[in-house]
C-alpha cells in the first residue's frame, strides 16, 4: 500500500465550481505540504501544516484553502475554479530531511 | 525570498558522466536537496547537502558551495532509466522547500 495517497487522481471541472483535493498518508508524520507544478516552474508551495493545529500560507496561497482533519489527513479545496489552476496538484509528507511525495492529482479547469 | 536556477535540458550518451548545476540566491538556508522525476510521476528523493562538499550516493553524487550558492548533481554511468527531470530544491530554516524549474535529462542510447 502507497503510504501517501491522493484522491482524485484526474479531475476535470468547470469554471466557478468548489473542488476538494484530499491526501491521506501512513507515515506518521507532522509535517504535510500541498504543491502545485506547472510545465517550466517547477514545484510551488501552495500551503503547509506542521501538525493538526497548525497551517500556513506558502507562495501561492490565493484562491486556495486547506483543512487537516487529523495528523494523517490533509485537504485542499479550490472555492471558485478558475482556469489558470488547472495544474498537477502534490501532496507531500515531511520527516527529518526528506519528503515523500504522493502520486499527484491531475486537475483541469474548464 | 529564494530564487533558484538550472539548465531546461540536458543530452547525454549512456554510459556517460553528467553534471547538472543548480546555483540559488536565498534570505535562508537550511540544506539544498535533489530529486527525481520522472514524466507523471511524483518527485522521489536523491540527495541531501547541508554542509560544503561532495556526498556520494552510489551512482549518484552531490555538491554543495554555500560561499557560491551553487550545487551540482553527478550522475554516473548513465542508464536509459536516468532519463527524467532533476529537481534543485532549497530548505528554508522554516523547513520549507522552494523548487527550481527542473532539469530534464534525456539519455540516448
Known amino acids: 500500500d502507497a503510504d501517501v495517497t491522493q484522491t482524485p487522481r484526474n479531475r476535470i471541472t468547470k469554471t466557478g465550481k468548489r473542488i476538494m483535493l484530499e491526501c491521506s498518508q501512513t507515515?506518521?508524520?507532522?509535517?504535510m505540504y500541498w504543491y502545485r507544478q506547472d510545465p517550466g516552474l517547477g514545484l510551488r508551495l501552495i500551503y503547509y501544516s506542521f501538525d493538526v493545529k497548525d497551517i500556513n500560507k506558502g507562495e501561492i496561497s490565493d484562491g486556495y484553502s486547506v483543512s487537516r482533519q487529523a495528523q494523517a489527513k490533509f485537504s485542499l479545496s479550490l472555492e471558485s475554479a478558475i482556469p489558470n489552476q488547472t495544474a498537477l496538484y502534490f501532496c507531500?509528507?515531511?520527516?527529518?530531511?526528506?519528503?515523500?511525495f504522493g502520486p499527484g492529482t491531475r486537475l483541469t479547469v474548464l | 525570498g529564494q530564487n533558484i536556477d538550472q539548465p531546461t535540458e540536458m543530452t547525454a550518451t549512456e554510459g556517460a558522466i553528467v553534471q547538472i548545476n543548480c546555483t540559488y540566491q536565498?534570505?535562508?538556508?537550511?540544506?539544498l536537496f535533489w530529486y527525481q522525476q520522472h514524466a507523471g510521476e511524483a518527485p522521489t528523493f536523491l540527495s541531501y547537502n547541508v554542509l560544503d562538499g561532495l556526498e556520494e550516493k552510489g551512482r549518484f553524487s552531490s555538491f554543495l558551495s554555500r560561499s557560491k550558492g551553487y550545487s551540482y548533481l553527478l550522475l554516473k554511468e548513465l542508464q536509459m532509466k536516468d532519463s527524467a527531470s532533476y529537481l534543485c530544491?532549497?530548505?528554508?530554516?522554516?523547513?520549507?522547500?522552494?523548487f527550481g524549474p527542473g532539469t530534464r535529462l534525456s539519455v540516448l542510447p
Open positions: 507531500a509528507t515531511g520527516m527529518g530531511n526528506e519528503q515523500f
Open positions: 507515515k506518521g508524520h507532522d509535517r
Open positions: 530544491a532549497v530548505r528554508d530554516p522554516g523547513q520549507n522547500f522552494v
Open positions: 536565498t534570505s535562508g538556508f537550511n540544506g
